[in-house]
């Protein structure tokens, strides 16, 4: 594959900070205006990092320009509070730029996770050269420690001797303590358990998924503020439950608990599911929609399952009955999977194709699809160079992952 000519150093500011404080709009686009804007932040905000990281893409781009003719360094802005709002910002700047600069290839400058988040996105258009993160250098002492405690940490068994072991004891206090102190007690065990046996990370993941997908900009804002609502009523619940059980044996009234927990659990996935559908109708993102039925399906029947088996461990009913949820579960399954094909357009000429971004053979961003024919079998795009409508035949294009590949 040939190298890149046109390189583009990619800057971003997905909380809008630029905006915010300085007053500035993006895309700020070349070396002299990114040295301003980050100026008249620095200004405001010296502490704000962003600060360094747009000097840091006016540093790559000093370095680059001696070995490509082609270059040039940009800032895009996103908007308060990310998610939605700030990614369809920067998605739309980038645009703008790629119009004016039709660049090959990219470096990525970032100061930290959080910007990162966009990487994927940027990816999808253009071609991931290098990715350089931007850190402010602390005191050494201090930061010689920090690490090494960080790093410790992460070893599995000091990990569960640290946090594991405490987690343990303050959940068995939990049980015998008294009852003023049982819900602190609850809370620090159960987080110490979770942080020593990593199941922390994950956890959090999930939950800054679901927040961050909130946002009052989306018709699916409802189902994803459903969703949280509904999982913190189910631990209320199951909670309540266990108070008022009048079961003695522990291990019974816990399970008799959970059940409740796990049923408002998978409403909650179910609503989280039904606000992703609603987005990928909306963005038009329709190769998505049988993965998300299939998701659906699956949440519930692995509930149904649940269900059945907890009630046979309470003597509730009988083995018989769990087995025959687990064979209705996988027919039922089977018959969705068939049936979802009908949103499988890999195969097909249709309107849900239209926006879809098309990439040459070389895996470079050259258009989108504007218009398509069914009947005769074609799709068509303009190209962002020649600002000419191309057409592709059904032979001549292949969609993965959202994209359409040009043969």
Known sequence: MAEPKNILIICVDRDDDL???????????????????????????????????????????????????????????????????????????????????????????????????????IQGRIKLISKKLILVKQAKSIESTYVTIIEALKDPFLSKVVFGIPGI??????????????????????YLLL??????????????????????????????????????????????????????????????????????????????????????????????????????????LVWLILDSGTKVVLGTTDLYWFLVNVIASFIILLLVFKASSVFDIRQKITKLLIGLPVYDKEGKWIGKVSQVNAKKHWIAFKNIKTKKKNLLTREAFMLKKGRILAA
Do not use: C, M
Request: no cysteine.
């Open 19 to 121: 905006g915010r404080k300085a007053g500035i709009k993006g895309p700020i686009i070349g070396r002299t205006d990114n040295l301003n804007a980050a100026a008249k932040l620095a200004v405001k905000d010296p502490t704000d990092s962003d600060v360094n990281s747009i000097f840091g893409a006016v540093k790559s781009f000093d370095e680059l320009k001696k070995k490509y003719a082609g270059i040039e360094v940009v800032t895009l802005t996103g908007a308060v509070g990310r998610g939605f709002e700030a990614d369809k910002n920067v998605n739309a700047q980038l645009d703008k730029v790629l119009e004016e600069f039709p660049a090959e290839g990219f470096v990525f400058i970032s100061d930290g996770a959080d910007d990162d988040a966009l990487l994927p996105l």
């Open 195 to 300: 942080k020593g046996f990593g199941v922390e990370e994950p956890l959090l993941k999930t939950f800054r998924k679901v927040t961050g997908s909130i946002s009052i900009h989306r018709i699916s804002f409802p189902f994803y503020l459903a969703t949280l609502f509904i999982f913190l009523f189910g631990l209320v619940n199951g909670y309540s439950y266990y108070l008022i059980s009048i079961e003695t044996d522990f291990w019974i009234k816990l399970i008799a608990s959970s059940e409740t927990v796990y049923s408002f659990i998978a409403l909650a996935s179910i609503s989280y599911i039904i606000g992703k559908i609603i987005d990928a109708i909306s963005l038009k993102q329709a190769f998505k929609l049988r993965k998300y039925l299939l998701s659906i399906t699956s949440v519930f």
């Open 169 to 190: 004891i303050l959940l068995l206090y939990y049980f015998i303590g008294i009852q003023s102190l049982q819900i602190i007690a609850l809370v620090l065990g159960a």
